[in-house]
């Protein structure tokens, strides 16, 4: 399994910028996609963005689409999560993903199931 060590986070403002750090290792290293989730209190871990490492395609959920922006290093191995024009209903814990197996979209990479290694999770709070 790929190790995932996230960085970035903390407290934000309405309106404000975070950006979100995933570094993936392992020998060997086995990951063809990279996925961004969240989870509320009290509410089910919800999709957020993921990514190709081969080609860079990507997917959004409609909630972030053209305020968030997943971007990924293959020579680092690290993902991105730029978040933009941060709101009160973005504060969750981020979790950044690894899937290990092919996929033969991104358009698929939605779920938690699709995903198989997990970051520890960062809390994001954006303040009124």
């Known amino acids: 399994q790929v190790q995932l060590v996230e960085s970035g986070g903390g407290l934000v403002q309405a309106g404000g910028a975070l950006r979100r750090s995933c570094a993936a290792s392992?020998?060997?290293?086995?990951?063809?996609?990279m996925g961004w989730f969240r989870q509320a209190p009290a509410k089910a871990r919800e999709f957020v963005a993921s990514?190709?490492?081969?080609?860079?395609?990507?997917r959004y959920a409609d909630s972030v689409k053209g305020r968030f922006t997943i971007s990924r290093d293959n020579a680092k191995k690290m993902v991105y999560l730029q978040m933009n024009s941060l709101n009160r209903e973005d504060t969750a814990v981020y979790y950044c993903?690894?899937?290990?197996?092919?996929?033969?979209?991104?358009?698929?990479?939605?779920?938690?199931?699709?995903?198989?290694?997990w970051g520890q999770g960062t809390q994001v709070t954006v303040s009124s």
């Open positions: 990514i190709f490492w081969s080609n860079g395609d990507t």
């Open positions: 993903a690894s899937r290990g197996t092919w996929a033969s979209s991104v358009y698929y990479l939605t779920t938690p199931s699709r995903f198989d290694s």
């Open positions: 392992g020998r060997p290293f086995s990951s063809y996609a």
